[in-house]
């Protein structure tokens, strides 16, 4: 019997031997894949920046008939500067129109992607991950904003996925449950579970088309005519409307100080025309001068200089009244004489 039980125990610790070992086995294997599996080739990589990159990775497929790239190609940093930085982003429900990549954005992706472009091969594209200051977009968790985005060359003209455009950027996080996605061919259908992405699309321009594909209109994804003439106009042209938009400006604060002043004067004005009013109503019921009595023949005294200065200040607001039409000429003849003859 005791036989019995020492057999059993034995079969029972090696069942459970069995089932560690084959724990650890896919506890080990899943690890692996978690840990290593994704892990990036450095050597993919044209310029890094704790995790944003720029890096040269495997042609993503919209289907299994997805065209190689025309790569490797040349394409100046200078030329794409000029492209990036002539793209502008509208957001639908708030008509704003803002940059979708910052002035130092620019010059970082510009040298990257050119000399990305110059080694990727045909079936490899150009993926980037960049955070900037977006001045209209700081908040309270971060005064940055990220985008990502997927770039190659096909059929002579440059492809420009957006993936995510002016996301909150934190840093120090676990990209490998956060990651910096770039876009892809493929359409992604909003996660009903998940807040609506806000919605917008580039500004239209010349050199610049959104396909159509799968009956899905793909805003996201921008195709890009390589001509250098077509991307220095729309360069200076964006110079000029910033140059017309600081003068706009300019323009609007002096109209505002100019308002300010105006204001102040009708103030004054307003001031002055009760200060009129009341003096009026004190002519009206001051009491008529008295026949002047024969005198001796005496030189008159000269009006000191206080009384000279009260002589002008009323004979001056008697001239605005009048002007303003508050009294006849005749009514102004008479008390203009009144003023006089009291001195």
């Known amino acids: 019997?005791?036989?019995?039980?020492?057999?059993?125990d034995c079969r029972t610790t090696l069942r459970r031997l069995a089932f560690a070992a084959l724990a650890l086995v896919i506890l080990t294997g899943c690890s692996g894949s978690f840990l290593a599996g994704n892990k990036e080739d450095p050597s993919n990589y044209i310029w890094k920046h704790r995790d944003q990159y720029v890096r040269v990775e495997k042609q993503d497929r919209l289907t299994d008939t997805t065209p190689p790239n025309d790569h490797p190609v040349t394409i100046p940093a200078q030329q794409i500067e000029n492209i990036l930085g002539s793209l502008d982003a509208e957001?639908?429900?708030?008509?704003?129109?803002?940059?979708?990549?910052?002035?130092?954005?620019?010059?970082?992706?510009?040298?990257?992607?050119?000399t990305g472009l110059a080694t990727a091969k045909t079936r490899e594209d150009v993926t980037f991950a960049i955070a900037g200051v977006h001045r209209d977009f700081i908040s309270f968790n971060s005064d940055r904003q990220y985008v990502t985005g997927r770039?190659?060359?096909?059929?002579?003209?440059?492809?420009?996925?957006?993936?995510?455009?002016?996301?909150?950027?934190?840093?120090?996080?676990?990209?490998?449950?956060?990651?910096?996605?770039?876009?892809?061919?493929?359409?992604?259908?909003?996660?009903?579970?998940?807040?609506?992405?806000?919605?917008?699309?580039?500004?239209?321009m010349a050199g610049l088309e959104t396909p159509t594909i799968a009956g899905v209109e793909r805003p996201d994804w921008m195709v890009l005519n390589t001509d250098p003439q077509l991307w220095k106009t729309a360069?200076?042209?964006?110079?000029?409307?910033?140059?017309?938009?600081?003068?706009?400006?300019?323009?609007a604060s002096e109209v505002r100080e100019t308002s300010a002043q105006l204001e102040a004067e009708q103030?004054?004005?307003?001031?002055?025309?009760?200060?009129m009013k009341q003096t009026i109503e004190q002519m009206k019921q001051a009491p008529p001068a008295a026949a002047p009595t024969a005198a001796p023949s005496v030189a008159p005294a000269a009006p000191v200089s206080g009384?000279?200065?009260?002589?002008?200040?009323?004979?001056?607001?008697?001239?605005?009244?009048?002007e303003k039409g508050w009294i006849t000429e005749q009514e102004y003849q008479a008390k203009k004489k009144e003023i006089l003859d009291s001195f």
């Open 1 to 8: 019997m005791r036989q019995k039980n020492v057999k059993s």
């Open 91 to 114: 957001y639908v429900e708030k008509g704003k129109l803002l940059p979708i990549f910052t002035s130092k954005e620019v010059v970082i992706l510009s040298e990257a992607i050119s």
């Open 151 to 204: 770039v190659f060359f096909v059929d002579g003209k440059l492809n420009l996925i957006i993936g995510d455009l002016h996301k909150p950027y934190i840093d120090n996080v676990e990209r490998r449950l956060y990651p910096l996605e770039p876009g892809t061919r493929m359409y992604k259908a909003p996660d009903p579970r998940k807040p609506a992405p806000v919605a917008w699309k580039p500004v239209p």
């Open 235 to 251: 360069v200076a042209q964006k110079k000029e409307a910033k140059e017309t938009a600081k003068e706009a400006f300019r323009e």
């Open 267 to 275: 103030q004054q004005l307003r001031s002055e025309i009760q200060e």
């Open 307 to 322: 009384d000279m200065k009260k002589i002008e200040d009323r004979l001056e607001i008697l001239q605005r009244i009048r």
